[in-house]
């Protein structure tokens, strides 16, 4: 059998490189898609080769764009085998200060994304398909100030649940990757002092990819998989952990 092809879309931002090595790396052949069309030379002239890592600049949150890369997919590679969706987008800010444009872009780029890329590589997709998402605990536990964002990820992680009832009953399995704050060199430029001990680094996010993507999640349909690292929710009430410094 050929080796499987992939869509991923989104591949310009943070975890894209370590996503594509993991996949790249065991040989699955990909699609990688974003918007601009410089970061995506970039990304081309560190992974590209004809036939196996490619390039298409499409918008996948507008659905005809969306099955125009689902087409190209299998138009250059012969075959589609699944959909790794990294397109996402964060906003933070206080509810009175967060307008209705900020709640509708965070709800295109983190939920409607998903569901027209999805809709355009479905008609593709046959038994043993695979798509992937990315959603966050703050989904699950809201802090304050990520009101749209944390909405936005909760109707991801919900509809990712609800379709993969559907889509198991052709074999297809759907399921979402719940990460914490990435460890990107982008991440500690923008919050010097920020203690990097709870995020997750990319290459622990593109392994879990890898499963999801491959033989050893047969299992599972509808998963939300936590990829938390060491990350916990702190209060300061709390107090330090057990062994952690004194008493105050
Ligand atoms: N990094 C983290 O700390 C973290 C934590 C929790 C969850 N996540 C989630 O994990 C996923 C990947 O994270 P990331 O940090 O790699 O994200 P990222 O850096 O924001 O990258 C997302 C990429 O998607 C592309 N994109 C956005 N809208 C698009 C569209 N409509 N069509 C095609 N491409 C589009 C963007 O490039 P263009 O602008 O060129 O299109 C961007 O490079 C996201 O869903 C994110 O929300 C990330």
């Avoid at 052949?29 to 970039?42: I, N, P, Q, T």
């Avoid at 027209?116 to 593709?124: E, M, R, S, W």
């Avoid at 992937?132 to 649940?161: H, M, Q």
């Amino acid at each position: 059998m050929s080796a499987p092809v992939f869509l991923v879309t989104g591949a310009t931002g943070q975890l894209g490189g370590a996503v594509v090595e993991q996949l790249g790396g065991r040989g699955d052949r990909l699609l990688l898609v974003a918007r601009d069309k410089d970061r995506l030379a970039d990304l081309e002239a560190e992974f590209g080769a004809e036939g196996r890592l490619e390039t298409l600049a499409a918008d996948v949150s507008d659905p005809e764009e969306a099955r125009r890369a689902a087409a190209e997919a299998v138009g250059r590679f012969g075959r589609l085998d699944g959909l790794v969706h990294l397109v996402g987008g964060f906003r933070a800010g206080p509810l009175f200060l967060t307008g209705p444009d900020v709640y509708e872009q965070m709800l295109r780029d983190n939920f409607l994304s998903a569901v027209t890329a999805t809709q355009g590589v479905l008609p593709h997709l046959g038994e043993g398909a695979r798509l992937v998402y990315f959603g966050t605990p703050l989904a699950e536990v809201p802090l304050p100030g990520l009101s749209a964002y944390a909405a936005a990820k909760a109707a991801l992680v919900t509809w990712v649940k609800s379709v993969a009832h559907e889509l198991k009953r052709k074999g297809i399995h759907a399921n979402a990757v719940v990460m914490t704050m990435a460890d990107t060199p982008d991440k500690r430029r923008e919050r010097p002092h920020m203690n990097f001990d709870h995020t997750v680094t990319p290459e622990l996010v593109a392994r879990v990819v890898g499963f999801l993507t491959g033989p050893g999640s047969d299992g599972l349909y509808g998963c939300a998989v936590p990829v938390l690292g060491r990350f916990e929710f702190t209060s300061e009430l709390g107090g330090p952990p057990p062994g952690v410094g004194g008493p105050r």
